[in-house]
């Protein structure tokens, strides 16, 4: 592990989502608490928008939601970070910027979080990342290709 300290990520899986098997949708919602530094991450066949619903996530939108697709070429993650449009903290540069900085833990605590599913499906170690920045400036209101998920172990 890069960045990812185990015991700051609390991973909860929703009911009927296995830890060791793949059954699609399979969604990641990811928070975390500016204080303490501790990330939440819930797995399962929906997002959890309750984990989202809070009043200090609501104003943030620093939530990080992702999904593992099926298409013709294989599996693939992908990643949707919120930039900017109605009401949100920060300019679209400066949550571009920090999204950026921050996404490498990200990818490691889904990772990592979700390590069971990896070990038994290993053709999802191969899966590329996409990641979607949603944002009403043209500049910031795009897609990237973030490489492997293995890149983040």
Request: proline share 4%; hydrophobic share 30%.
């Given at each position: 592990?890069?960045?990812?300290?185990?015991?700051?990520?609390?991973?909860?899986?929703?009911?009927?989502?296995?830890?060791?098997?793949?059954?699609?949708?399979?969604?990641?919602?990811?928070t975390?608490?500016?204080?303490?530094?501790?990330?939440?991450?819930?797995?399962?066949?929906?997002?959890?928008?309750?984990?989202?619903?809070?009043?200090?996530?609501?104003?943030?939108?620093?939530?990080?939601?992702?999904?593992?697709s099926?298409?013709?070429?294989?599996y693939?993650?992908?990643?949707?970070?919120?930039?900017?449009?109605?009401?949100?903290?920060?300019?679209?540069?400066?949550?571009?910027?920090?999204?950026?900085?921050?996404?490498?833990?990200?990818?490691?605590?889904?990772?990592?979080?979700?390590?069971?599913?990896?070990?038994?499906?290993?053709?999802?170690?191969?899966?590329?990342?996409?990641?979607?920045?949603?944002?009403?400036?043209?500049?910031?209101?795009?897609?990237?290709?973030?490489?492997?998920?293995?890149?983040?172990?």
């Amino acid at each position: 592990m890069k960045r990812l300290n185990p015991d700051k990520l609390h991973t909860t899986f929703t009911p009927g989502t296995f830890p060791d098997r793949l059954m699609l949708p399979r969604r990641y919602t990811l928070t975390h608490s500016d204080y303490t530094g501790d990330l939440y991450l819930t797995i399962g066949s929906d997002y959890d928008m309750k984990q989202c619903s809070g009043l200090y996530t609501r104003l943030m939108r620093d939530e990080v939601l992702a999904e593992i697709s099926k298409t013709e070429e294989g599996y693939i993650l992908q990643v949707y970070c919120y930039i900017s449009g109605g009401f949100v903290f920060g300019t679209a540069k400066f949550r571009y910027d920090i999204f950026q900085r921050e996404l490498p833990l990200v990818l490691e605590s889904f990772r990592y979080g979700d390590s069971e599913l990896f070990k038994n499906v290993s053709e999802l170690n191969s899966m590329p990342v996409i990641v979607y920045f949603k944002s009403n400036k043209s500049l910031y209101n795009k897609s990237e290709n973030w490489g492997i998920i293995t890149d983040y172990d």
